[in-house]
DNA sequence: CCACAAAAAGTGAACGTTCACTATTTCTCC
DNA sequence: GGAGAAATAGTGAACGTTCACTTTTTGTGG
């Protein structure tokens, strides 16, 4: 305990007067700008040790006009959950030596839009990354100075990334039934204000066209259980459909279990795949078969990107899967007497 | 499109000269801290809008000392997730005008003992909330001038939130089971690292003795299903287990698999509860009798502390109930025969 | 109408750093 | 060993706000 009030820090005018030097020639030190003879780095290097301190980094922000500070945008509600991307994407901010500020907004896209605005408007942040829809109505766009990536949005600046990664797999995915005798199939979507509900949709239409299936079409959900439930509901008796790719793991729960009400077994009637590889769906019987998504890569990605435009640099991603199937008791072969 | 390079924001002089006033008058106006006349008043934000000026908090920063800013602490890894915890803390923060860094930390509780003290010293948050365990090795403690609450971790200081909250629910659980005649329990804890796993046990093996009822013990967890599974297996066949509550719907999820494997039914020989409401459990079958957690609102009480802690005041609590039993499936009467 | 108090507004410095210079020291080469 | 260049170090101002005062204006009672 030191007896005085508030043990005030030290400044960079302290380490100087200890060290002998100038204030600048701290300030240099600290930047790490070389051009300091070996003697007096050292020198300035032992007073801030011995004096503890550290630089205030308002003070050097204020002159620099430079925050060292990203926002991350998170949806405030809804079954959508960017935990783990979360994760991904303040762990890549650090690597690159920036802070990251988070705020969450409740109501849709446009009021994403609003805080994109007042964000950048901000300056308190050098940069935005919204892991939810953002749109901007008409022409008020985020002012140039603050670069804004959108990761699941409307944005095609994750086309890169997300959607066509996003895409392989649901082909992938397609394939892999079809390799076992699946002609018709059904898509439950996610909410189309999502980039990767969009992606998935599109790349099943167009696998299923390429590879010569045939498609009973789409139904648009809203990640809930209950719209799979209800899209297997509403399939005609004799639709002839055997394979549903629904959008997540939840919304394949309701299709499994909305088949089995109907009295069809999974997977010997209906083949059923999810996605995200919910811990909990490897205990659905059937164990459900889905996606494994690295979901931390994907912010850490997004993240990345977002350095990189801060930067005006390139973006340096990570390569490898980002996705991977978990084929597990949900699926199989077409029955023998497609229904 | 201005013709000139960066259009420099307007600063409280440029106000004061189109408002005709000097620059404290207009620092008076942005503070509203009273004490102009109504007409200065009014030209001091004709000219505010006119200019289109908002302060530099940065600047504010320096002068006042104080950031406005909390620091939010996340585990890096493992299967804990904080998301509706951190929407909730968010809010809360913003409610009461902060704004909140996040950080995720890899590694242990220590790891993040030293980024607290990391944080707590670089003078860039007034206070930092921890989602996860922190311990502190000796006297390491923070400085005593930033405060640090710990959810779901060492500290006491959620002890009047978290654990007792929870505690009464596992104490609900256990008493509407031996209700339908459930004798026998037991508990398949999460890691005891975290308080929320300690809380749960505590509050069991209370529960039990307080009802009169028979503990077979605690199995030591890990949130993982797998230990949920192992559980089951070493259960001796005449353990008289009746019933098994398990630390949360993925361990559940274990605790049904392995009992099925084994060939007891689930209700029919064996009851389990889970804990999360995760969304696809009630599809597992039979559908997981889970607790249902106002996640959000736990980020939200956290963060209120803080905030409370912060400007010393006292903390205004929620109230209402947080925990809520979601009864379904898994759990039943006690079997005729007692195994 | 004046003395005095209270209210309103103004003045200059300070917060801790970096920027844009200038001054000094050290090195190199003939 | 001395001129010139290069490397190193120093000086003062500036970033945009608020703090701690001082000055001016307005209001009040005798």
Not at 280 to 309: F, I, K, N, Q, W
Not at 312 to 337: F, M, Q, Y
Request: charged letters at 25%; proline letters at 5%; one cysteine or more.
């Amino acid at each position: 305990m030191s007896t005085s009030g508030t043990p005030r820090r030290p400044t960079i005018m302290e380490v100087a007067r200890l060290a002998g030097v100038s204030h600048q020639t701290v300030s240099r030190y600290l930047r790490s700008e070389g051009g300091l003879k070996e003697s007096t780095r050292e020198r300035v290097g032992a007073a801030v040790r011995e004096l503890g301190y550290r630089p205030n980094l308002i003070a050097r922000s204020m002159r620099t006009r430079r925050t060292g500070r990203l926002a991350v945008l998170l949806p405030g509600l809804g079954s959508f959950s960017p935990d783990r991307m979360l994760v991904g994407a303040i762990a890549a901010a650090r690597a690159a030596g920036f802070a990251v500020e988070v705020q969450s907004v409740d109501g849709g896209s446009g009021a994403r839009a609003e805080r994109v605005l007042e964000l950048a408007d901000s300056g308190q942040v050098e940069g935005i990354l919204s892991l939810a829809p953002v749109v901007h109505e008409g022409d008020r766009m985020p002012a140039g100075e603050v670069p804004v990536v959108v990761c699941a949005g409307y944005d095609d600046q994750m086309r890169g990334i997300g959607e066509l990664a996003d895409g392989s797999v649901v082909a992938d995915l397609v394939a892999g039934l079809a390799a076992v005798g699946h002609r018709r199939f059904l898509h439950v979507s996610g909410s189309l204000r999502f980039a990767s509900a969009r992606g998935r949709k599109e790349t099943f239409l167009r696998t299923v066209e390429r590879l010569g299936l045939e498609s009973h079409g789409v139904v648009d959900g809203d990640w809930s259980a209950e719209s799979g439930r209800d899209a297997v509901r509403s399939l005609a008796e004799d639709s002839g459909v055997t394979a549903v790719i629904a959008a997540n793991d939840v919304v394949a729960a309701g299709v499994v279990r909305g088949a089995l009400e109907r009295g069809w077994g999974v997977p010997d009637d209906l083949s059923v795949t999810g996605w995200d590889n919910n811990p909990v769906g490897a205990y659905l019987s059937p164990a459900l078969t889905t996606v494994d998504v690295d979901r931390e890569r994907l912010g850490r990605d997004a993240m990345e990107r977002l350095v990189a435009s801060v930067r005006g640099a390139e973006p340096a991603l990570s390569d490898g899967p980002l996705n991977r199937i978990v084929w597990r008791e949900s699926t199989g072969p077409v029955p023998p007497r497609s229904r």
